[in-house]
């Protein structure tokens, strides 16, 4: 949410103060997870002599079920939701922007990270929990937000792997359609790229099936395929290539059926109908939208819902052909979520991993 100046500094202070005493308050080291460790530690072994969970209140809430992690004072420090493995975070401020395609920022204080797995009722009094919260808590390398932004069509730079396989740097979605004219429009660049095209390298998914990169699409992502190549490639969640629940746990190919088959927990389910209450999002939730004019009810665009911008407008950031890869911009349509706009008015649905 956009404060004035002298509000957001004291919050900025408030808000590192306590992600900082939280942490040592617990009485253990502060770890780092390193860029690329997506989900941190799997292991289910003795956690640490001092429990990081100690001190901490944790509070159970509904709409959706989930746990809410508070400091001794009330504080929020973290939200897990039943059925997902994404957790929010609350540490130091950070701005994100993108001048080539809006004016809009957002400034939030959230941290989007991975768990190791599905949240539950209870989880709290895990080891495996203990160990993770212990290396996260006051973790400031790369979370969601960072990595989605190594993509960013306004400009990123490159990174290879070991391998030497580009793994970030700017994204386009697709090559050039000859059939559409107007450079701003939907459909300019072709979708149908995925994360194996963007990394130009050969997929094997759990089921054996094994796909070839398109050459011509090599560095490209289309909406989902965006998604998967920040959830799955970089975070570490499950990937399939079927558009059905038939190719197990895992992030489908297509945004209809992420919406429909995606693992974590369904916020709004597709009625058909507009979405106006948008209460239940958190940073990181993945919200879908019918766009195609002649096709109302059939999902086929996802973005990742951003938070409030500092005009207090609900901004996501998607990979858009107007843009030519990801963006929180508004070249031909606005990345809102309210209001009255293009997007705003397609959206349809909305899923936590």
């Not at 973290?78 to 993108?98: H, I, K, N």
């Not at 909406?223 to 799955?232: H, K, N």
């Not at 746990?249 to 916020?267: K, V």
Request: net charge positive; charged share 25%; proline share 6%.
């Amino acid at each position: 949410m956009h404060h004035e100046p002298d509000s957001e500094k004291n919050r900025l202070v408030r808000r590192t103060a306590l992600w900082t005493i939280a942490a040592a308050a617990a009485g253990y080291g502060l770890g780092r997870l390193g860029p690329d460790s997506g989900a941190g530690d799997r292991g289910t072994g003795a956690g640490p002599s001092t429990r990081p969970t100690e001190g901490f209140v944790f509070q159970r809430l509904s709409g959706p079920a989930r746990t809410v992690v508070r400091t001794a004072d009330g504080s929020t420090l973290a939200t897990f939701t039943d059925g997902a493995r994404t957790a929010v975070l609350v540490g130091p401020t950070r701005t994100f922007s993108e001048p080539r395609t809006t004016t809009a920022t957002v400034t939030t204080d959230a941290w989007v990270r991975v768990l190791p797995y599905e949240w539950q009722r209870g989880a709290e009094k895990r080891d495996w929990f203990a160990r993770w919260l212990s290396k996260v808590l006051g973790d400031t390398s790369p979370d969601v937000f960072d990595v989605a932004f190594q993509y960013s069509s306004a400009g990123a730079p490159d990174m290879h792997n070991a391998a030497g396989v580009r793994y970030r740097g700017t994204a386009h979605f697709g090559p050039r359609n000859p059939e559409v004219d107007d450079a701003l429009a939907f459909a300019y660049y072709d979708q149908r790229s995925d994360f194996y095209d963007y990394l130009g390298i050969r997929w094997t998914f759990p089921d054996g099936k094994r796909v070839r990169p398109d050459k011509t699409r090599y560095g490209s992502v289309d909406c989902s395929g965006f998604q998967r190549l920040l959830w799955g490639y970089r975070m570490g969640i499950p990937l399939h290539h079927t558009n059905t629940d038939s190719g197990g746990t895992g992030l489908p190919r297509r945004a209809f059926a992420i919406a429909a088959h995606g693992p974590g927990r369904l916020l709004i389910p597709h009625t058909g109908e507009r979405v106006t209450d948008l209460s239940s999002l958190q940073p990181g939730d993945l919200v879908f939208f019918a766009i195609i004019r002649e096709r109302p009810k059939l999902i086929d665009h996802v973005g990742m819902y951003m938070g409030l911008d500092n005009r207090g407008r609900h901004r996501f950031y998607s990979s858009r052909s107007a843009a030519n890869g990801p963006t929180m911009g508004d070249l031909s349509g606005h990345a809102l979520l309210d209001g009255t706009d293009f997007y705003a008015r397609g959206l349809r649905a909305a899923r936590r991993l």
